[in-house]
């Protein structure tokens, strides 16, 4: 099934500060989640119908949240696991 894929701006941002070879891998991961948008975690309490996809490049470990339907996947964030529940939290609100 193809999806449409949006991105957010917070997640636009975070995108545009990544290496090339990470954006090749982020490019993967996102084909990925196309194909079978459950393999993320879905979380719970504030960020109920957000899931996350967890990756690795190289040493360093990303973490995609993103919310799909049946129509369309919305990439809403993307970073290291520092801070980033806290800033998907106050982006959303």
């Known amino acids: 099934m193809n999806r449409q894929v949006y991105q ?3 997640f636009e941002r ?3 500060r990544l290496t090339k070879s990470e954006i090749t891998v982020l490019d993967d991961e996102i084909r990925r989640i196309c194909a079978a948008p ?3 975690e879905v979380k719970k309490g504030d960020l109920t119908g957000v899931s996350v996809h967890k990756f690795k490049v190289r040493d360093k ?3 995609l949240a993103y919310e ?3 129509m369309n996947i ?3 964030a ?3 696991h520092e801070n980033f529940y806290r800033d ?6």
């Open 38 to 40: 459950e393999i993320g």
């Open 8 to 10: 957010s701006h917070l």
């Open 14 to 16: 975070n995108k545009n």
């Open 74 to 76: 919305i990439l809403l």
């Open 88 to 93: 998907l939290k106050r982006y959303l609100s």
């Open 61 to 63: 470990l990303f973490l």
């Open 78 to 80: 993307l970073g290291a």
């Open 68 to 70: 799909y339907d049946e």
